[in-house]
């Protein structure tokens, strides 16, 4: 019998066990010795067995998501102390649950025999919890504990405390679909080169795909925090804030997303950062972005590396599409952050490797490689090709791309030219459409003239948005016909010139 097969016959036999057997058992007895009938609305009954069975599974999933074990001590304990949502209202909400939901079949069988077995069992699991489990608890947790058993009553449960490196309801709901969906669209092979530790850490991940932040909470099967960047947050605060996320501002080095960071792993919680910054267009890593060695540094150790491989052919930055297939995530331990960006450094993908589907290739393969033509390049799922000469490559791997794409960028014209929707502060809503164009080194959006050398970040946003922050403001607009990654790239190596130019001395 496999592992996986296994476990999921102990669960089994375990939920049939816990919540049909014995309580059904405690009920029958109690009801074989006191058969009198006493007058409860089974409605009453069926309220409390709801509620009582939900605030169980709802605390168990607080026990396997943020503790790492399974709700049945002698199988799988936790690895952590959990003091989350339940945890934070009482010590056993796990037994709390039960006997509510005890009490409530013993309600519904309206008989004074199952509700008095119903107490009597309710009295013994109590003192079970108080002094045995707690005991064994103290010896895995030492002062920790004692200090959560002094702040936190046993049974009688209070108002829950939110701590921002607890996972939330809507995230725990999010987490258990994903789990049940994941299966059924990728094979995830995982592979852990190190123990990697229960809490106060930090998972460094390269980025390929916007689902990476998933893909590696179902690698590590843990809750953790992910700094978002500001503009996104913005375009709905309730949501991310609601999962855990929060805002980081990627155009300079954000202080205050740093101290927050810090403060949440000193507290025990997880990160998990892309120290890219943004989603690789072609599956090479980007580099580390300014700020992110200094958090690194800063940071407990070990840093725990995450390489994804394989994402990137399936769901590529510049598709609409996504598609069924392998993935693989290695991780591994490192104490020096050079050695963190070594492990991160070569592609996601082989050159030899092609893509499940072509479409919106062009995003990335911006002009034409023979006649230079900007915005001509069109595809299909498996073809690329020139509408102006005709030139056209099918199924091509992704090493003739990357060749392809280094090639066009030194050919990137020095005037270009797009009708553009100006986004407002936020990036979210269309202002008005504007001609954006490009003339040498500076950018013309309506009569508004931006030189390039005041422009001290490029951020792209999905497939079509870009933001130039100068300084002062930040500009957002959607381009209609030409590539964002062509505006970024030619505004980068246009800065990277000037940089580089010696300045005359008369």
């Known amino acids: 019998m496999s592992n996986a097969l296994k476990s999921l016959s102990i669960v089994l036999i375990s939920l049939i066990a816990f919540w049909i057997l014995l309580p059904l058992g405690v009920v029958g007895v109690g009801n074989y010795f006191m058969p009198y009938t006493v007058q409860i609305p089974k409605p009453l009954g069926i309220l409390i067995t709801v509620s009582g069975f939900l605030f169980a599974m709802i605390s168990s999933l607080y026990f396997m998501v943020d503790g790492g074990g399974f709700p049945i001590s002698f199988y799988k304990p936790p690895k952590k102390l959990v003091g989350c949502g339940p945890y934070s209202m009482c010590r056993h909400p796990i037994y709390l649950g039960f006997l509510i939901y005890l009490l409530g079949i013993s309600f519904i069988?309206?008989?004074?025999?199952?509700?008095?077995a119903s107490l009597i069992?309710?009295?013994?699991?109590?003192?079970?919890?108080?002094?045995?489990?707690?005991?064994?608890?103290?010896?895995?947790?030492?002062?920790?504990?004692?200090?959560?058993?002094?702040?936190?009553?046993?049974?009688?449960?209070?108002?829950p405390k939110r701590f921002e490196s607890c996972p939330t309801l809507l995230f725990l709901t999010l987490y258990v679909i994903g789990h049940l969906i994941v299966p059924f669209v990728w094979r995830i092979k995982v592979e852990k080169n190190c123990d990697v530790p229960e809490e106060g850490v930090i998972f460094v991940s390269n980025h390929v795909t916007f689902l990476d932040f998933?893909?590696?909470?179902?690698?590590?099967?843990r809750f953790m925090n992910f700094p978002v960047s500001y503009i996104q947050y913005m375009w709905n605060?309730?949501?991310f804030r609601t999962v855990g996320t929060f805002p980081i501002k990627r155009h300079e080095v954000d202080v205050g997303a740093i101290r927050k960071t810090l403060k949440i792993i000193s507290d025990g919680g997880r990160i998990g950062i892309f120290p890219e910054s943004e989603r690789s267009w072609d599956g090479r890593f980007l580099g580390f972005k300014k700020g992110v060695e200094k958090l690194l540094e800063r940071a407990p150790k070990p840093l725990i590396g995450v390489r994804i491989e394989k994402f990137h052919l399936l769901f590529p930055r510049w598709s609409g599409f996504f598609h069924r297939g392998r993935i693989e995530v290695v991780m591994k331990c490192f104490e020096s952050v050079r050695e963190l960006e070594k492990f991160l450094e070569p592609p996601s993908v082989d050159p030899d490797d092609v893509y499940k589907d072509y479409r919106g290739i062009e995003r990335y393969i911006y002009l034409c490689p023979e006649c230079g033509t900007v915005a001509s390049i069109r595809s299909t799922k498996d073809t690329i090709f020139c509408e102006k000469c005709g030139f056209h490559?099918?199924?091509?791997?992704?090493?003739?791309?990357?060749?392809v794409?280094?090639?066009?960028?030194?050919?990137?014209p020095l005037h270009i030219t797009d009708k553009v929707e100006e986004l407002d502060s936020l990036g979210k809503k269309p202002v008005k459409e504007v001609i954006m164009r490009f003339e040498r080194d500076r950018i013309l959006v309506g009569e508004r003239e931006i030189p390039v050398t005041e422009i001290k970040s490029v951020l792209l946003e999905g497939r079509d948005k870009i933001f130039l922050f100068t300084g002062e403001e930040i500009l957002g607009f959607r381009l209609k016909r030409t590539s964002i990654l062509m505006w970024k790239e030619l505004i980068e190596d246009i800065t990277r010139l000037k940089r580089s130019r010696p300045e005359r001395s008369d």
């Open 405 to 412: 794409h280094d090639e066009i960028r030194k050919r990137i």
């Open 393 to 403: 490559m099918k199924r091509p791997t992704v090493g003739e791309l990357w060749k």
């Open 121 to 159: 069992f309710s009295i013994f699991t109590i003192l079970w919890a108080v002094f045995f489990e707690e005991r064994k608890l103290l010896e895995k947790f030492g002062g920790k504990y004692e200090k959560y058993r002094e702040e936190v009553p046993a049974f009688m449960p209070r108002f």
């Open 214 to 221: 998933a893909l590696l909470i179902y690698a590590v099967k």
């Open 109 to 116: 069988k309206s008989s004074l025999g199952s509700i008095t």
């Open 237 to 239: 605060e309730w949501f």
